[in-house]
């Protein structure tokens, strides 16, 4: 591969930084270590500009070109946070937090971003400027969304704006990446069921809340076979059914937890009326009350043509274009990145990271063997849209 040689140089110290991120997780917006590590660095490179607490803990590093005529300002993102799982894979860099650890790979993604930094900085081949985004909290957090809402995108007068995934199972060496739909739009749902508590001997003086609910859960699993059109995608889960506390009490309520995964808005607003119905009409039946609560989260990840166009071609340079895939089918997973591509047009990528398990398990490891790969990327990304 066709990986520049200072950036083939930077492997063994972007490794020690990966697996500093991976001993020492944080969650969230708490991120006080990984955001001022990060800012740290992005200092010690010699970034024009260096900026915290956007988005309450983010981090943004500007690099600006040989020359700045062209006036393009190109955004690149990595997230920060980890999960709160404790980790089992036994490495000597393992998590060193209980309840803990980077399952996501998000301590490669910060390690490629700022070894891409780190020549970007050395280098400025470009015409234009690089804008480094170190997000928190795209682990159910918002994130994104927080640093959007912060100014991230007119403060620094970001026009385009990219971000890079790991992907398990695809081989090394290798990218992903697809114009249109690539993650689905994650809501939350909570149904509360209220019926009349009583003693499980006498279950006719009763609404018994967990047989409410019971069809309730099966009720709502038509909604994706019978009221989405076959050719429109999604998912709905319930995830968690609560309700009682011992062996002869029938409970007073219940609850159900889940997720809905759609891509077109349409569907999305259909099955949040449906669920409303479904859950209200199934208590009515048996003399119960229920209560759907509905939490629009991240909306779809979208990758706009001409962006995707961009991606693929700096992604060929470093891998050749026999090692790009782009005819694959979107995941139902969600990523905040959403937010960011909502405000400007741009391209989520995936790289290849070999077999191995998949990522939020307690035995994920990211692969240290793909950071030149994806520095590689980032680097002639930035080089390539805006060229010296």
Same mark, same amino acid.
């Given at each position: 591969?066709?990986?520049?040689?200072?950036?083939?140089?930077?492997?063994?110290?972007?490794?020690?930084?990966?697996?500093?991120?991976?001993?020492?997780?944080?969650?969230?917006?708490?991120?006080?270590?990984?955001?001022?590590?990060?800012?740290?660095?992005?200092?010690?490179?010699?970034?024009?500009?260096?900026?915290?607490?956007?988005?309450?803990?983010?981090?943004?590093?500007?690099?600006?070109?040989?020359?700045?005529?062209?006036?393009?300002?190109?955004?690149?993102?990595?997230?920060?946070?980890?999960?709160?799982? *404790?980790? /089992?894979?036994?490495?000597?860099? @393992?998590?060193?937090?209980? $309840?803990?650890?980077? #399952?996501?790979?998000? !301590? %490669?993604?910060?390690?490629?971003?700022?070894?891409?930094?780190?020549?970007?900085?050395?280098?400025?081949?470009?015409?234009? *400027?690089? /804008?480094?985004?170190?997000?928190? @909290?795209?682990?159910?957090? $918002?994130?994104?969304? #927080?640093?959007?809402? !912060? %100014?991230?995108?007119?403060?620094?007068?970001?026009?385009?704006?990219?971000?890079?995934?790991?992907?398990?199972?695809?081989?090394?060496?290798?990218?992903?990446?697809?114009?249109?739909?690539?993650?689905?739009?994650?809501?939350?749902?909570?149904?509360?069921?209220?019926?009349?508590?009583?003693?499980?001997?006498?279950?006719?003086?009763?609404?018994?809340?967990?047989?409410?609910?019971?069809?309730?859960?099966?009720?709502?699993?038509?909604?994706?076979?019978?009221?989405?059109?076959?050719?429109?995608?999604?998912?709905?889960?319930?995830?968690?059914?609560?309700?009682?506390?011992?062996?002869?009490?029938?409970?007073?309520?219940?609850?159900?937890?889940?997720?809905?995964?759609?891509?077109?808005?349409?569907?999305?607003?259909?099955?949040?009326?449906?669920?409303?119905?479904?859950?209200?009409?199934?208590?009515?039946?048996?003399?119960?009350?229920?209560?759907?609560?509905?939490?629009?989260?991240?909306?779809?990840?979208?990758?706009?043509?001409?962006?995707?166009?961009?991606?693929?071609?700096?992604?060929?340079?470093?891998?050749?274009?026999?090692?790009?895939?782009?005819?694959?089918?979107?995941?139902?997973?969600?990523?905040?990145?959403?937010?960011?591509?909502?405000?400007?047009?741009?391209?989520?990528?995936?790289?290849?990271?070999?077999?191995?398990?998949?990522?939020?398990?307690?035995?994920?490891?990211?692969?240290?063997?793909?950071?030149?790969?994806?520095?590689?990327?980032?680097?002639?990304?930035?080089?390539?849209?805006?060229?010296?």
């Amino acid at each position: 591969m066709p990986i520049v040689n200072r950036i083939a140089g930077l492997h063994e110290e972007a490794t020690a930084w990966r697996r500093d991120f991976h001993q020492h997780p944080e969650l969230q917006f708490d991120l006080p270590r990984t955001s001022a590590i990060v800012a740290d660095r992005l200092r010690e490179f010699g970034c024009d500009e260096v900026v915290t607490g956007i988005g309450r803990t983010g981090v943004v590093g500007v690099i600006r070109g040989k020359s700045t005529g062209s006036g393009r300002v190109v955004g690149l993102r990595s997230d920060m946070d980890a999960l709160p799982l *404790t980790e /089992i894979t036994g490495a000597p860099w @393992a998590s060193t937090v209980p $309840g803990k650890m980077h #399952a996501c790979g998000h !301590d %490669g993604h910060m390690a490629m971003l700022l070894g891409a930094g780190k020549y970007l900085a050395e280098t400025r081949n470009f015409d234009g *400027t690089a /804008i480094l985004i170190f997000q928190p @909290a795209e682990e159910g957090g $918002g994130g994104a969304r #927080a640093m959007v809402a !912060d %100014g991230l995108m007119d403060r620094f007068g970001v026009q385009e704006v990219y971000g890079m995934h790991n992907a398990v199972g695809r081989p090394v060496g290798t990218f992903a990446m697809r114009a249109g739909p690539r993650s689905a739009a994650a809501d939350l749902i909570a149904i509360r069921v209220e019926g009349k508590g009583g003693h499980a001997a006498k279950p006719h003086l009763a609404v018994d809340t967990i047989l409410v609910a019971s069809h309730i859960v099966v009720a709502i699993q038509s909604v994706a076979s019978r009221n989405v059109d076959p050719l429109g995608q999604a998912v709905i889960s319930i995830c968690a059914f609560n309700a009682g506390f011992t062996n002869n009490v029938i409970p007073q309520t219940a609850e159900l937890r889940g997720t809905v995964r759609t891509f077109d808005p349409a569907i999305q607003d259909m099955i949040e009326r449906r669920l409303k119905e479904i859950a209200e009409g199934t208590a009515a039946l048996f003399g119960a009350k229920a209560e759907l609560t509905y939490t629009r989260g991240c909306p779809a990840v979208v990758n706009h043509p001409a962006e995707t166009d961009y991606a693929i071609a700096a992604a060929a340079s470093v891998v050749g274009e026999s090692n790009i895939a782009t005819d694959f089918p979107p995941s139902m997973g969600s990523e905040d990145f959403s937010f960011m591509l909502n405000a400007r047009p741009g391209c989520m990528v995936s790289i290849g990271q070999g077999d191995g398990q998949y990522v939020h398990h307690p035995a994920y490891d990211f692969n240290d063997e793909i950071l030149p790969i994806g520095m590689s990327y980032w680097a002639r990304l930035v080089e390539t849209r805006m060229p010296a």
